[in-house]
């Protein structure tokens, strides 16, 4: 594809729901990252996935928040027993490789929950 | 840990006006910086990089030259345009070696709006 994808584009879920985010980067990219934007405030890093290497999970905010990529294909960000507090847009970035800074960004998911 | 302050806006300008964004951080080492864009209903662009001090990144007439002295990357444009107006977001990269070192670290954003 051109770009990193993501789906849906906007989820209105309720509180305690389950939510899943997908994303699909450009072709090749190694590296993955999630990040997540709260109204008003600046993006906030939430996992990074690089290759096949254990993926870093030090920016998830709780563990109702998990995350998987299956190689070097798509991933999904789930979020467990939702929160208003988790309503933002989640936003998925790819890059070449781990040495390439330079990282592209999806569109993002608008997450509302009620 | 890294961080990065920019200032706050709405900034509004008029067209053909001389722009400057600042952006200040934190950081152990030496990380990489950057300037990202997003224009409204779009995702979020690289606008310009630089990897190490004193190095100008320019793209679009923009400009952002990394001062390790001063810990800063100020964005500037001399003539901006009606289609500048979107939302800047300063960001870094790296700094140390470790876990995890290259994810961006993102200012809060500044709303820019040119007009005619």
């Known amino acids: 594809g051109a770009g990193v994808s993501q789906s849906p584009s906007n989820k209105v879920t309720e509180k305690g729901k389950d939510v899943e985010l997908r994303c699909d980067p450009i072709?090749?990219?190694?590296?993955l990252y999630w990040y997540r934007q709260r109204l008003g405030q600046g993006l906030e890093f939430l996992i990074y996935f690089q290759g096949n290497s254990a993926p870093d999970k030090s920016g998830l905010p709780s563990d109702r928040f998990s995350a998987e990529r299956t190689g070097e294909s798509v991933s999904t960000l789930t979020i467990q027993r939702t929160q208003q507090e988790d309503s933002a847009v989640y936003l998925c970035?790819?890059?070449?490789?781990?040495?390439?800074?330079?990282?592209?960004f999806g569109p993002g998911t608008r997450l509302t929950v009620t | 840990g890294n961080s990065v302050t920019q200032m706050e806006g709405p900034v509004t300008l008029s067209e053909e006006a001389f722009l400057t964004i600042n952006c200040t951080y934190t950081a152990t080492g030496y990380p990489s910086l950057f300037w990202y864009v997003q224009y409204p209903g779009e995702g979020l662009q690289l606008l310009l990089k630089?990897?190490?001090?004193?190095d100008k990144g320019s793209n679009k007439g923009f400009e952002a030259t990394y001062r390790k002295e001063t810990t800063s990357f100020h964005l500037e444009k001399g003539s901006v345009q009606v289609s500048d107006s979107a939302v800047y977001f300063c960001?870094?990269?790296?700094?140390?070696?470790?876990?995890?070192?290259?994810?961006?670290?993102f200012g809060k954003g500044t709303k820019l709006s040119v007009i005619p």
């Open positions: 630089a990897t190490k001090a004193d």
């Open positions: 960001a870094l990269s790296g700094g140390y070696s470790g876990a995890g070192s290259y994810q961006l670290t």
């Open positions: 970035a790819s890059s070449l490789s781990q040495g390439a800074y330079e990282q592209y």
């Open positions: 072709s090749g990219h190694t590296a």
